[in-house]
């Protein structure tokens, strides 16, 4: 197997797709999952508050740390299942400060410039116990990371609003390399 230096990222807001996308992408190539939804998970379990909608500045240093973790444990992934990057683009919304290691976290060296983006699809969104927010502000999360992408030197390529099966079709006619 493979592996890769740099990661594809496949973002957008909640309820997009992009884990459906992912456990497809992962029959062919490695993929890493998703971290934010395992914390929130723990967290639920151990009563605590580590969650975007209660104690956002812990979530995103429970998220950051986990990621890290598991960029290092996963050498061979070419997807992952949003970056860290996202953190900031939360962090922004709810008007909150940006530490240090996100803003500064190189992650042109670790990630592909171009971004996979899963748009909100009403069609398709759902709440469930680890994903509260509605979907106006899935809208307003989504142009928050939008911009951060942007800001921090990436391609942000929209996915077409379709199945997976084309959704991957898209992604393979652009990647950058393989």
């Known amino acids: 197997m493979a592996e890769y230096s740099k990661k594809y990222i496949i973002t ?22 998703e971290v934010s939804r395992k914390v929130i998970l723990k967290e639920q379990e151990n009563g605590g508050d580590a969650m975007p909608w209660q104690d956002l500045e812990k979530f995103v240093a429970l998220v950051y740390d986990a990621f890290i973790i598991k960029l290092d444990l996963n050498p061979k992934a070419l997807f ?3 970056s860290i990057l996202d953190l900031i683009a939360y962090l922004r919304l709810d008007g909150k400060t940006i530490p240090q290691q ?14 996979f983006f899963a748009p909100v699809w009403e069609a398709i969104y759902q709440k469930d116990s680890q994903r ?37 079709r898209f992604i393979y006619e652009n990647l950058n390399q393989v």
């Open 12 to 33: 957008g807001a909640p309820g997009t797709g992009k884990t459906t996308l992912i456990k497809d992408l992962e029959k062919e190539f490695p993929c890493m999952h």
């Open 102 to 115: 996100l803003d500064t976290f190189p992650y042109l060296d670790k990630f592909h410039r171009k971004v």
């Open 132 to 168: 509260l927010q509605d979907f106006d502000h899935c809208v307003a999360l989504e142009k928050a990371l939008v911009n951060i992408y942007r800001e921090k030197g990436f391609e942000v390529v929209r996915l077409p609003e379709d199945t997976v099966g084309k959704r991957i």
């Open 80 to 82: 992952t299942d949003r």
